[in-house]
């Protein structure tokens, strides 16, 4: 009987901890739905490497893969494109890759 009434005693609690777990989960997957959706984890890799990476061809290469992409938002691609263009200002790539970005753009805006 203790243990039934220590039971029924602990459920406003595990109510409490219920509903916070599921506003967690919840939220845990919006966030996962946006990063997929978005790109984002892709987008993220190139602007680290871009940043980061000792490799300016790779750096091109993988730029010009995302800026390519259909599935990544124009945004996350112009980030990526400014941080190339900080680092690497006097490239030769960059006329072209604005190019790309443009285009891009104008066909994004043309499909909403």
């Excluded at 959706?37 to 061809?57: D, F, H, T, W, Y």
């Excluded at 390519?68 to 680092?87: D, H, Q, T």
């Amino acid at each position: 009987i203790k243990d039934i009434h220590s039971a029924v005693e602990s459920i406003p609690e595990l109510r409490s901890l219920s509903g916070t777990l599921s506003k967690h989960i919840t939220l845990s997957s919006e966030l996962t739905k946006i990063v997929n959706e978005r790109k984002l984890m892709e987008s993220s890799r190139v602007e680290q490497e871009i940043a980061c990476g000792p490799s300016r061809s790779e750096n091109v290469a993988a730029l010009k893969k995302l800026l390519l992409n259909p599935e990544v938002k124009e945004f996350e691609k112009f980030k990526a494109f400014l941080l190339f263009k900080l680092r690497y200002n006097d490239d030769r790539e960059v006329p072209a890759m604005l190019e790309v970005l443009k285009e891009q753009s104008k066909s994004e805006a043309l499909n909403k």
